[in-house]
């Protein structure tokens, strides 16, 4: 809840735009599609990532397999953020 209280700040700049043009309605409207946009695309995501799991827990069969195959997914996404960290700060320190 405390996340969808947070001001957007791709929102305020648009507002912002709209506000100094006098394009009052259409800054208004193009938030909302922002919105909309953010709430489709975040429910979208939500139900892939629930559809995964039940695939994952449905492919692992027995216990032990499917904690292990957990294990190695959780291993190996905290693995694929971490290089792409590490290749964001070379390229940070390189500029």
Do not use: Q
Not at 13 to 31: E, H, K, M, P, Q
Not at 37 to 64: E, F, M, N, P, Q
């Amino acid at each position: 809840m405390a996340v969808g209280m947070r001001p957007c700040s791709g929102a305020l700049i648009v507002l912002t735009f709209a506000f100094l043009n006098g394009l009052y309605v259409a800054g208004v409207a193009s938030t909302f599609a922002m919105a909309l946009g953010t709430g489709i695309t975040v429910a979208a995501l939500a139900a892939l990532a629930v559809w995964a799991k039940d695939a994952a827990v449905r492919i692992g069969g027995a216990a032990d397999r499917g904690a292990s195959i957990h294990r190695a997914i959780e291993i190996g996404g905290a693995a694929m953020v971490f290089l792409f960290g590490i290749t964001l700060l070379a390229a940070a320190l390189a500029a």
